[in-house]
C-alpha cells in the first residue's frame, strides 16, 4: 500500500525557533513531492513543489529537501514566526493515484 | 485571480437529497481532482479527471460522480445523500497527473 506518513502529529514551538517537519513516503520512485500549508476552516495552500531530480527547494523561509533513497522529505522553517502556524502536509503522487497525503502536522508558534 | 474555486463554500441539505458542487480553474490545466477530508482531517483522492481518462477511487460509492462539461470545469454530484457524506470536498487542479497541484478553498458539506 503506497502510503505518506508525517511526524509528529503535532508541535509547539517559540517564536523565532527554527523547526523541521518531517514526511516519508513508501515509494522510491517518487516524481515529486508537495508540501502545502492548510490554517483553520480554509484551503490548501501550495508552498513548495520538490522534483524527484532535486535535493532542496527554498522559499523565504522555507526550505524543503528530498531523499528518495531513503523515502524522506522535510521542511525546514527558519526563524518561525506565529503566522507560521498552521497545519503543513506532504503530498505525493504514487502508483496511479495523483495526490497521495499525510496526515498533517499541526505546528502552534507560540509569541 | 482565483485560481480554482468552488461553490458553494457552505452546504447544509437534508439526507436523501442531490446536490452538487462546482468547481472551475482559470490556470489552463488539464486535469482536475475532487479530494474529500473527513472529520479526521485526512484528505483522500476521489476522482481524478482528463479529457482522456477518469480514475475513479474504488472506495468512494457510485452516488458520487464527477461531471466535466469542459476541461475547465470539474462538478461533484452526489445523489441520496447520507449523514457519512458531510465532510469538506476539495477541488483541485495541474498540468497532467505529476505537477503542481493548486487546490479551491473547499465546500464544507453537512448532511443533517
Known amino acids: 500500500k503506497q502510503e505518506v506518513t508525517q511526524i509528529p502529529a503535532a508541535l509547539s514551538v517559540p517564536e523565532g525557533e527554527n523547526l523541521v517537519l518531517n514526511c516519508s513516503f513508501t515509494d522510491s520512485a517518487i516524481y515529486n513531492l508537495q508540501w502545502f500549508r492548510q490554517d483553520p476552516g480554509k484551503g490548501l495552500t501550495s508552498l513548495l513543489l520538490i522534483q524527484s531530480s532535486q535535493r532542496e527547494q527554498t522559499s523565504g523561509r522555507l526550505n524543503a529537501s528530498l531523499d528518495k533513497s531513503s523515502g524522506r522529505s522535510t521542511l525546514y522553517i527558519a526563524a518561525s514566526q506565529p503566522g507560521d502556524s498552521a497545519t503543513y502536509l506532504c503530498a505525493a503522487p504514487l502508483g496511479r493515484t495523483p495526490l497521495v497525503f499525510g496526515k498533517g502536522t499541526r505546528l502552534s508558534v507560540i509569541a | 485571480d482565483t485560481a480554482v474555486s468552488q461553490t458553494p463554500k457552505y452546504l447544509v441539505t437534508q439526507m436523501g437529497n442531490d446536490k452538487s458542487i462546482k468547481c472551475e480553474q482559470n490556470l489552463g490545466h488539464d486535469t482536475m481532482y475532487w479530494y474529500k477530508q473527513d472529520s479526521k482531517k485526512f484528505l483522500k483522492i476521489m476522482f481524478s479527471y482528463n479529457n482522456k481518462e477518469l480514475i475513479i477511487n474504488e472506495t468512494v460509492p457510485n452516488r458520487f460522480s464527477p461531471k466535466s462539461p469542459d476541461k475547465a470545469h470539474l462538478n461533484l454530484h452526489i445523489n441520496s445523500l447520507e449523514l457519512g457524506d458531510s465532510a469538506v470536498y476539495f477541488c483541485?487542479?495541474?498540468?497532467?497527473?505529476?505537477?503542481?497541484?493548486?487546490f479551491g478553498q473547499g465546500t464544507r458539506l453537512t448532511v443533517v
Open positions: 483541485a487542479s495541474s498540468v497532467g497527473g505529476r505537477t503542481e497541484a493548486f
